[in-house]
């Protein structure tokens, strides 16, 4: 590589939002168009925004990081950058994009199942993509599962909050509110997790009208029942692999996924499930693969049977000590020598929900831990949203970015976005014919 080439290399972007625009042309060309087809709620006689623009504002919001309806209105308060959404959304330009508080008010009325379908049908197109096939785990689709918590206080922003009790019977005892979500992700490999399927983990109507000592509150594993439902309901035949952290390993899930159809790839730590351990522990002799990989089939759990397989780490800490670490997965799939280590590296993959999913749109891409809005549903419809623009967003870091060796730290790729919506005027044909061509026919 001679100097011109690791001089280009080291060369920053000149317009990021439009080489973004041009990977989400690429890819999933058809998000706006799917912007326009949902079911808009207002009545269409006092609109002054298209459903497309509503929508397509609040995606360029989630991909510039954005954490707050206020901060949205005062960065989009912009000639150069209203010029240019309105160009990525191939519509005729206004004076203004929608103000913070219309979109909430829009938000609180638009029925989030509008936005599952748009959810639903990237995570389709995915996997109608050869692209991603590589990324299949024993020619099965991986779907990682796990919760997180999105915000805490002491005010409880609605009746669907959830509550915990800290230092009960204390004189100190006091009441905070939370809300909580279940997502499943599908995995498509180089560190790419798609949203699959979203649930909110809060407090249903038949809680909120009776006394909290008679029905329990929502929790991660009845949410799992539901988000479920929707997966199977939404891909019924898609071949699935389902992994999950140790909170899964109970009758309930293993036999959820048997009625599906599904395998599963379920965390197990000690003290989960102790008679899993026991027997496994009882056993005169366990397969080996080297001294990383130790397995047993056919484990008595229940009324169920499942395969064990133990993985040792062993790595060299800085200060020159060897440090070991084991990880036990429980698996519905025969485990033999030729796929201990695949099925190893799938139960590993759960890690990627937390630092590709929750973490990086809670510290480095966005912030889904700020209430946007007090509304239940407008709530469930800005965390929709924050799912379809990070997909968008990873495929913009990993083909463009990774593809291209543009070096930029996590935290630095949304604001650079951001600047770039009004840095420089976009051409209306580089945006209509090469971005939004297969949207406009």
């Not at 690791?6 to 998000?31: F, M, S």
């Not at 991660?220 to 035949?237: D, L, M, W, Y």
């Not at 993985?311 to 997965?329: L, N, S, V």
């Amino acid at each position: 590589m001679n100097r011109e080439q690791e001089r280009a290399k080291r060369r920053p972007e000149k317009n990021p939002v439009v080489e973004y625009n041009k990977i989400q042309n690429k890819y999933y060309p058809e998000l706006f168009a799917k912007f326009a087809e949902v079911n808009d709620p207002r009545n269409q006689s006092y609109i002054e925004y298209p459903v497309r623009v509503m929508l397509g504002t609040m995606y360029y919001k989630c991909i510039s990081g954005i954490s707050s309806m206020q901060e949205m209105t005062l960065k989009f308060n912009d000639d150069a950058v209203v010029e240019n959404l309105y160009s990525f959304m191939s519509e005729e330009k206004k004076e203004y994009l929608p103000h913070g508080v219309i979109e909430n008010e829009f938000l609180a009325r638009l029925n989030p199942e509008e936005l599952e379908k748009i959810q639903k049908d990237i995570a389709y197109s995915m996997i109608r993509r050869k692209t991603f096939d590589d990324a299949r785990v024993l020619k099965r689709w991986q779907i990682i599962i796990d919760a997180t918590e999105l915000d805490e206080g002491y005010q409880k922003k609605n009746e669907y909050y959830l509550s915990r009790c800290y230092n009960r019977g204390e004189a100190d005892e006091f009441t905070k509110y939370h809300r909580s979500v279940l997502e499943a992700k599908l995995y498509l490999g180089n560190n790419l997790v798609c949203s699959i399927a979203s649930e909110a983990i809060q407090n249903s109507e038949e809680y909120i009208n009776q006394s909290e000592k008679k029905i329990k509150q929502d929790c991660e594993s009845k949410a799992f029942i539901r988000v479920a439902e929707k997966i199977k309901k939404q891909f019924p035949r898609l071949p699935i692999i389902i992994t999950a952290d140790g909170l899964y390993v109970s009758q309930k899930v293993i036999q959820t996924c048997t009625d599906n159809s599904w395998n599963y790839i379920i965390r197990y730590k000690k003290g989960s499930a102790s008679s899993i351990a026991k027997e496994y522990q009882s056993l005169p002799e366990k397969e080996k693969i080297g001294s990383e990989i130790e397995y047993q089939n056919q484990i008595m759990f229940q009324n169920t049977d499942v395969n064990l397989i133990y993985y040792t780490e062993k790595k060299i800490k800085p200060d020159g000590k060897e440090q070991t670490t084991e990880f036990a997965w429980i698996t519905d799939i025969t485990i033999t020598k030729n796929n201990a280590r695949k099925i190893v590296n799938a139960g590993r993959n759960r890690w990627k929900i937390e630092n590709q999913g929750f973490n990086r749109q809670k510290h480095w891409q966005g912030n889904i831990e700020h209430a946007c809005s007090w509304n239940e549903q407008a709530q469930k419809n800005h965390y929709l949203m924050e799912q379809i623009a990070d997909f968008i967003k990873q495929l913009y870091e990993y083909f463009y970015l990774a593809k291209n060796e543009i070096k930029k730290l996590q935290k630095n790729i949304s604001p650079e976005l951001l600047a770039s919506f009004g840095r420089q005027p976009t051409k209306p044909e580089d945006i209509k014919v090469e971005l939004h061509s297969a949207v406009l026919n």
